[in-house]
């Protein structure tokens, strides 16, 4: 017990120790040295802070020193705001550095936009590292983007918490309101091009309104961000060739740029009607698109000409709808990159849906279809809604990714199962007898299946970057259905195809690899 007691009294001794500054240092003589010469904080939003950058200041010497000031240029009016070492702040004075150590610089940037003054809308500084001697320095740059900021409005309570403005979208079995943290637009209302906007929370769009976004128009969201489309309310996406409409997450630093689950979804709700998103880009988020129950004459959403990449869950999600799409670029889900689930309508002319997946397990196939919604009572019993699967059609469609099954028929007795596929490329490999054996899988029967390219080669030409343009030895050239061509004729690059077609969003080129061998 003595011997367990001594250890304690030693080791209490030895901690105290460790926070006395026991090692006799020198002044800095101006010979440190940087991981980097310019820290830059890529783009940042007006007024909203930004993600923290590093870098090390390191002693290469083999004594102890003592940086006797570091401070930032503009002093304490800066924008920027720093962490030495461990401690906030703008100055900080007498930094000892072990020899052949280093420590970390934190920086951080809040900045106005209306107060940054050069052209090229940087705004610069430099954390100034002072010897008595020698002044040494890394330069801080940020790009600050001016931007449509878009975030509910808060009541702080008595006990000092926050409520949030909140879009209702129902109530639960218990009478108890369900909603999001939210705005919901005033009337009609267009995004212009003018200047990006950034989005905290969803963006509703109330019923018998219409949300018009402008050619060029550029979206951020942040964490658990999005659009909610209402009952007989419109999103209206109006990009060009020359013009994409942006939406992506405002985590702007390299390493996020292909980054999945960044913000929520455009949900367009049971009810939304004449719903068109034309060259659009749509990138990481958690569903690339969520289209709601309204099965009627009228496609409830018609997307042509757009690209939705990196979604942890789904890229683009129909429950018993109506969705007419033409050269569609889908790619890169958590799960699938298109699943037509409860039924409904479905029209895909010249579209390409590629999973390569890789950020972990994924279960199902990169094109999904059933009829059917299944989910458990109370009682943990299995219940079944059956729902009729008016029509699913695709012409002209390359269905392709990393797993041996990329396309599958969840069909269940009870209610309708229409399909057709036509000239397509499916990947479609696998030994399971009871699949093989389905007569929904029977790729000879003609009044289901025309012309079908079984396993082909797409040959695309980076799926690591989201490239899935077609080379010249893809099985998919020249393989396309006129009649489908001539309704599309022009693919998502605005080439011509009405003359030997190829499969998918894109004609087929001569990458440069090929060219060169």
Known sequence: MRFLYSVF??????????????????????????????????????????????????????????????????????????????????????????????????????????????????????????????????????????????????????????????????????????????????????????????????????????????????????????????KNASLKVNGTFDNHVLFEDDRLEPEYENSPGQWGTIWLREGSKNNTINYAIIKNNVIGLLVDDNVNANPTLSIKNTQIYNTSNYGLLGRKTNILGENLVIANSGQSTLACTMGGIYNFTHSTFANYWNAGFRQFPSVLINNHYTYYDDTNTEIVETHNLQTANFTNCIISGNQDLEFLLDKVEGADFNFNIKNSMIKFNTTNVNVLESPIYDFDNTSLYQNIILNGEPNFMDVSTNEYIIGEESDANGNADIDGALQVPVDILNVNRTVSPDIGAYQHIVFEEEENS
């Open 9 to 230: 009294i030693v080791l209490i001794i030895l901690a105290m120790g460790s926070c006395r500054k026991d090692f006799g240092t020198v002044i800095s003589s101006g010979n440190l040295e940087f991981s980097v010469d310019t820290l830059l904080l890529n783009r940042v939003f007006d007024q909203i802070g930004s993600s923290t950058k590093s870098f090390k200041v390191y002693n290469r010497s083999n004594e102890a020193i003592t940086i006797p000031n570091i401070k930032l240029g503009r002093g304490d009016d800066s924008f920027y705001r720093l962490n030495v070492d461990g401690v906030p702040g703008k100055s900080f004075e007498n930094i000892d550095i072990l020899p052949n150590d280093s420590i970390y610089v934190f920086v951080e940037a809040t900045v106005d936009f209306d107060k940054v003054t050069d052209n090229d809308f940087f705004y610069r500084d430099s954390v100034v590292f002072y010897s008595g001697i020698k002044e040494q320095n890394v330069k801080l740059e940020a790009l600050v983007l001016d931007v449509n900021l878009i975030r509910p409005d808060r009541v702080q309570q008595a006990d000092g918490s926050f409520t949030y403005e909140t879009i209702i979208i129902g109530e639960n079995t218990e009478g108890n309101l369900l909603g999001f943290k939210g705005t919901n637009l005033v009337g009609n209302t267009t995004f212009t091009n003018e200047k990006p906007y950034l989005i905290y929370g969803y963006v509703g769009v109330p019923e018998n309104t219409t949300l018009t976004i402008e050619e060029g128009a550029t979206l951020y969201f942040h964490n658990n961000s999005g659009i909610i489309v209402d």
